[in-house]
């Protein structure tokens, strides 16, 4: 493999770019109009303008990327994360053309793309699932049936997609059809695909993910896990490796059950495994993610592994040159995803120019961004600017760490979820482990930061008011003395 596409833009084309170019492989970018001065542009060997700034126009089209890999002699297309990384058709079509695609084959991807088809698969390697059905919901009366008898409150989860759409928690049967139609309705806006399920509503979850690797040569293994529970609108905004709530008994418990649901569909490749956990430490297999994470870096600095450089092996068709026995856990990292929003109001995109933009730099930071200052953040994209992530000896170390970093970065021109991240950094709930994936909506609801804030806009009024008093003499208007020189002239 001596050429490879990146079938993606911002931070993580970039990240992927880097690891090719310390590997001997040429890299091939493309881009639409919006990011033509992108650093991921600039960085690699070659680059293609494919359309106009919406991902419907350029980065969607997978016949015209596909098309100029082909022309310019790429051996292999990489799809980052997002867009086309999860489309089993893409999958066929790059194979078709004889192009290798660095990630599983399209059988696991459609199959771990329907959480109703996962089910399935992995049902024969008894894995720990949440009570639910295992089909799709057709009418009122089957799902009041189901719920009465799995118990309220139940999650109805729409079977394509992810992110928290077509996903409604209902508590009680009177409000279940109309939710049972919102679900539906997005589900079907969302992704072509109104089917929906019904599952326990696991209450004070954890979200605890495995990341895995499987070769061409039937190893399969995982990396350990991790803690992603700090989410706003069921998406993650901080995640650490490894968990603070994991014992090394369910550690291994819960690696042996994902290296079982990748075998279940002979995975391939880097992929994740997402789980939740309960105050108990019962865990029950959520999905299957079939390709890199965001937040793989923590992965990364607790292992010392790089998991580009193992995606592009394994498609290589390379064995994996370590075993599980060969891995251990070192330190502890944690990860912000810088996202250009206002978390002070209720974590609203927050677009325009990045006036000032000044990364944190030091030993145990790590960076993974695709901005630089005087860009601009458009509409069109995911608002990530950047991956903020630390690494130290042990959590609390990291956390210090984190708070380092964060007293280095400076971004203006727009909000960002910065001042989210020392919010967290600080929390007593995050700080002792315990929290779940209601973090947000219980520590971090508008009356909570109206109420911190409270005591500084007093000592602000208070100082102000003093400073006024001290210089009052200097800060007194002159009387002001008319003269009727006009009227005389």
């Known amino acids: 493999m001596k050429k490879i596409l990146v079938a993606n833009r911002g931070e ?16 091939v970018a493309v881009y639409s109009e919006a990011d033509r001065h992108a650093p991921h542009v600039r960085f690699a060997d070659e680059a293609f303008c494919i359309g106009p700034a919406p991902s419907s126009e350029s980065y969607l089209l997978g016949d015209k990327i596909i098309r100029i890999a082909k022309e310019n002699g790429v051996d292999g297309i990489h799809p980052g994360y997002g867009f086309l990384s999860e489309n089993a058709g893409f999958v066929e079509a790059v194979q078709a053309a004889g192009i290798t695609f660095i990630g599983p084959d399209s059988h696991a991807v459609r199959v771990m793309g329907s959480k109703l088809a996962a089910k399935e698969a992995v049902k024969d390697f008894d894995i720990p699932m949440v009570p639910g059905t295992d089909k799709a919901i057709q009418d009122i009366e089957e799902a009041k049936s189901i719920a009465a008898s799995i118990g309220f409150p ?48 696991v209450e004070n979850p954890r979200h605890i ?23 706003r609108r069921h998406q993650k905004v901080i995640e650490e490796a ?36 309960d105050d108990d430490l019962n865990f029950y297999f959520l999905e299957m993610n079939t390709r890199l994470q965001v937040e793989h ?14 995606q592009i092996k394994i498609a290589r068709g390379e064995k994996l040159s370590f075993a599980q026995e060969d891995l251990s856990i070192t330190g502890h990292s944690i ?51 950047a991956k903020l992530v630390v690494h130290a000896d042990n959590r609390a170390a990291a956390v210090d760490k984190m708070l380092e970093a964060l007293e280095q970065y400076r971004i203006e021109g727009i909000k960002t979820t910065l001042p989210f991240g020392r919010f967290v950094m600080h929390h007593e709930a995050f700080l002792s482990g315990k929290f779940n994936t209601h973090f947000v909506s219980k520590y971090y609801n508008k009356e909570t930061i109206q109420e911190l804030a409270a005591p500084f806009a007093e000592a602000a009024a208070l100082l102000s008011v003093h400073l006024v008093e001290k210089n009052k003499d200097a800060l007194k208007v002159p009387v002001q003395q008319t003269s009727d020189w006009w009227s005389k002239s």
């Not at 084309?13 to 890299?27: D, F, Y």
Request: with cysteine; hydrophobic share 40%.
């Open 12 to 27: 993580i084309a970039l990240r992927v770019m880097r690891t090719a170019k310390r590997m001997g492989i040429k890299t």
């Open 297 to 310: 870096p923590v992965t990364e600095m607790i292992t010392g592994l790089d998991l580009v450089e193992q």
């Open 335 to 385: 990860e912000l995803r810088v996202y250009a929003e206002d978390p002070h109001e209720n974590f609203m995109p927050s677009t325009g120019n990045l006036s000032v933009y000044i990364p944190p730099v030091g030993e145990g930071i790590r960076l993974d961004d695709g901005y630089e200052q005087g860009m601009d953040i458009p509409v069109y994209y995911d608002p990530m600017i």
């Open 154 to 201: 139940i999650l109805i989860k729409a079977s394509a997609g992810g992110g928290g759409k077509g996903m409604r928690v209902v508590r009680e049967e009177g409000e279940l059809q109309e939710q049972l139609e919102r679900a539906v309705s997005e589900a079907t806006s969302a992704f072509g695909d109104g089917s929906v399920f019904i599952e326990k509503f």
């Open 209 to 231: 993910e495995i990341q895995i690797l499987a070769d061409k040569h039937g190893n399969t293994l995982h990396l350990f896990e991790r803690e992603c529970s700090v989410q």
């Open 242 to 277: 490894p968990s603070a709530l994991l014992t090394d008994e369910v550690r291994a418990k819960m690696g042996q059950a994902a290296v079982d649901v990748a075998k279940s569909v002979d995975y391939v490749g880097a992929g994740t495994v997402e789980f939740l956990a």
